[in-house]
């Protein structure tokens, strides 16, 4: 199982927790992160880690193995290492009251071709706090956009 801290949203600029529990001791697995950007555009990452004794996998005290998208001890390596598809794509949001949606994949093993699925998980990274109002300002030549916080 794949466990988010926070949960199931957070906010883009904020740390996300990532930990895979339920694994075998010190069992090889491979993480693959992906997300589409409002033109549908995928842009993708990937690192290898093993387990600790006890079966879980967190991001925060497991290393991710060299061989991946990035190696060393980097809790938010899935999401800085994101890269598009498309060559010379960039991730850019425009409309900033729609989440970008994460993608989290647990495969068994390392290698090109990484074996069975054994979790998947969303998450959804938001740039607007709940209840935050979006108000466009229009007044002779000024233009610009306030947010409100409730």
Do not use: N
Not at 4 to 30: W, Y
Not at 97 to 121: K, N, S, W
Request: hydrophobic share 40%; charged share 30%; with cysteine.
């Amino acid at each position: 199982a794949i466990r988010f801290s926070p949960a199931s949203r957070s906010l883009f600029d904020e740390p996300l927790g990532i930990a895979v529990q339920g694994l075998g001791p010190r069992q090889e697995v491979t993480l693959r992160a992906s997300l589409r950007d409002e033109a549908g555009e995928l842009f993708e990452a990937h690192a290898r880690y093993r387990a600790a004794d006890d079966g879980e996998l967190d991001l925060a005290r497991c290393p991710a193995l060299p061989g991946g998208s990035f190696s060393g001890l980097e809790p938010m390596g899935l999401l800085w290492a994101l890269q598009p598809r498309k060559a010379f794509w960039r991730l850019v949001k425009k409309d900033v009251q729609t989440p970008f949606r994460l993608q989290l994949e647990v495969l068994e093993g390392h290698g090109d071709d990484p074996g069975r699925l054994l979790a998947q998980a969303q998450h959804e990274r938001a740039f607007l706090r709940d209840g935050v109002r979006r108000v466009p300002v229009r007044e002779g030549r000024i233009r610009a956009t306030l947010f409100l916080p409730p």
